[in-house]
């Protein structure tokens, strides 16, 4: 379905506004105006009119809500818990000028007019995960369960929402789990799993699709979630011609004590109480150009960070997308991973 089957002019009939209502079965429709939402109707709102006033004879502007609930793009990670506070089953999401982007459902179904993200994606899935012990001990990393299903499903199940089909695995340890378990579930993608026949690092691994990838491709470690919009961090990087984009999240760390800064002679030179840090990191999500895979030495073991490094030094163009603290879930440590499971249960 498209966004444009949900809108309705506001001048139309009520019987017309019933008849969209059980086309899109859907419960609401919206009214803009020169593109900007102004209103919306529900199902609720004509039975209410029909109950309190008797007759099929007013236009949707007579009936409609024009104090419609909406939330700003920016804001989109708090979606689900915004549509509990006021009730509603669709929720529009819309730009600073309120045009309409997406309307998010409560089922989860949310329908775009954003363009779909249609580009292969290279998922890390062959470390040790030693940081996840004891639970690597008897499953691979990317098999651990967040929820009701393994991480790397996550992460696939996200960018295929977004457009994305096309995805390579590149697998080591206990790869042989990893094979069986996609082997036994339904799923509309493809997967091309790439054995590793020794540890090859975050980065090395890519040498072994050479002739397999010649476009652009995103590049993912396999125990990390990053909830933004990947079609416009895809654009962001091809209007900036970038070698590599690496995407990065904002963190904030408040020092617990206060902080002593002490001159050449041993005097204090300033005291701060209970600092704030706020800088940029790596949250293991790239963009990259497939020339980097056909450059790559064979069977060397080599992390990505360190590729990046070479071309930077090299005068190769590497830029940054910044997302915030919120957008990146990590689940490379026990706390962090019961973390990302808090908050994927909370956005069910």
């Known amino acids: 379905m498209k966004i444009k089957e949900f809108l309705i002019d506001e ?9 969209l209502l059980d086309k899109v079965a859907k419960k609401v429709l919206f009214i803009t105006k020169q593109d900007q939402l102004i209103a919306a109707i529900t199902d609720g709102d004509i039975r209410r009119w029909i109950l309190k006033k008797g007759n099929l004879d007013a236009k949707v502007k007579d009936v409609a809500n024009y104090s419609p609930i909406y939330i700003f793009e920016k804001d989109k990670l708090s979606a689900r818990e915004y549509m509990k506070k006021h009730s509603v089953e669709a929720l529009p999401i819309v730009d600073e000028n309120r045009h309409i982007l997406s309307i998010l459902f409560w089922d989860n179904e949310e329908i775009s007019n954003r363009k779909k993200l249609d580009v292969p994606i290279v998922i890390m899935a062959g470390g040790l995960g030693t940081r996840l012990y004891p639970y690597t001990k008897i499953l691979p990393k990317p098999l651990i369960p967040i929820g009701e299903i393994p991480i790397v499903e996550h992460i696939i199940n996200r960018f295929n929402r977004e457009g994305s089909n096309d995805f390579y695995l590149i697998i080591n340890h206990k790869k042989n789990m990893i094979k069986a378990y996609f082997n036994e579930i339904n799923k ?29 491709f995103i590049l ?116 962090e991973m019961e973390e990302m499971s808090r908050r994927l249960e909370q956005n069910e």
């Not at 001048?11 to 008849?19: G, I, R, Y």
């Not at 962001?236 to 999240?249: D, G, V």
């Open 11 to 19: 001048e139309c009939s009520m019987l017309e506004a019933m008849e």
């Open 188 to 216: 509309s993608y493809k997967i091309t799993y790439i054995d590793e026949e020794k540890p090859l690092g975050t980065g090395g691994g890519l040498s072994l699709l050479k002739g397999k990838i010649k476009s652009t």
């Open 220 to 335: 993912s470690n396999c125990d990390i979630l990053i909830k933004e919009d990947y079609e416009k961090m895809y654009s962001y990087h091809k209007i900036e011609k970038n070698l590599i984009t690496m995407i990065c999240s904002l963190k904030k760390i408040k020092i617990p004590y206060g902080v002593v800064e002490i001159g050449e002679n041993g005097e204090i030179e300033s005291m701060t109480e209970k600092p704030e840090l706020s800088f940029f990191t790596n949250t293991g999500m790239y963009i990259v150009e497939s020339k980097i895979i056909e450059e790559m030495s064979e069977n060397r073991a080599i992390d990505f960070p360190d590729i990046i490094e070479q071309y930077k030094n090299a005068g190769e163009k590497i830029g940054v997308y910044p997302i915030s603290a919120n957008a990146w879930m990590d689940m490379g440590q026990l706390d």
